[in-house]
């Protein structure tokens, strides 16, 4: 810098989390030229062309594909012990979406065995009616017919609520061989149930890859 007229004293680049650049400069020097304008607009285009290719990169590390999707979900009570009215299966119906590559299907489209290695993304969107007070309730997710994750843990201690609405997600490993049922459970005598409107309903799983 000094006599060479030099006018670009720092440039600071921050990378915000693979979703762009942020370019600011520091002035400094006299008699700055217009080769010396460009000279620095082919810096800034060279910054810009390789964290374009770090982004790049960035989304591509992750790749999220969804393998199975199902809209209309209901009360399964055939396969013991998951069948009393207080501990049953969800039927996943309405199947909009099914890899064969990634999932199968069985025991009445209770049961989706995740035929892939690796993680994958269980999300339920579904609403519960027939609560009694005093009471306590899980939504759980079996791994190989045991708990493995919640999608929803509530009790009805102080209030007993028309609908409950689930919307959640939960993140589980597979070998290539596991398997997995949604599992409502309640101590409830009365048990629980799906409200019937399907416009609350949806099964969603997806493959992560890396």
């Not at 999220?64 to 209309?72: E, F, K």
């Not at 999300?123 to 899980?138: I, K, R």
């Not at 070998?175 to 309903?201: D, K, M, Q, R």
Request: hydrophobic fraction near 40%.
């Amino acid at each position: 810098m000094g006599n060479s007229g030099a006018a670009l004293g720092i440039i600071a680049i921050i990378l915000c989390a693979g979703v762009g650049v942020f370019v600011f400069f520091i002035w400094s020097g006299q008699n700055t030229t217009n080769s010396d304008i460009d000279d620095m607009k082919d810096q800034i285009n060279d910054l810009e062309s390789d964290f374009n290719e770090l982004e790049l990169d960035f989304n591509n590390s992750i790749i999220t594909m969804g393998v199975g999707i199902w809209d209309n979900l209901v009360k399964n009570m055939e396969y013991s012990p998951h069948n009393t009215s207080q501990n049953w299966l969800i039927e996943f119906r309405d199947n909009n979406l099914t890899n064969p590559e990634y999932i199968s299907v069985s025991n009445n489209n209770t049961r989706v065995t995740l035929l892939q290695s690796g993680w994958y993304r269980i999300h339920l969107s579904v609403a519960f009616t027939n609560h009694f007070g005093s009471s306590f309730y899980w939504i759980h997710l079996l791994k190989d017919g045991v708990e493995d994750e919640n999608f929803d843990a509530y009790s009805t201690a102080s209030y007993t609520p028309p609908l409950r609405h689930i919307d959640s997600s939960v993140f589980i490993y597979s070998n290539g061989t596991n398997y997995i049922e949604v599992n409502p459970v309640t101590n409830a005598a009365g048990g629980l149930l799906i409200w019937s409107t399907e416009v609350n309903h949806q099964f969603i799983i997806e493959y992560i890859a890396s």
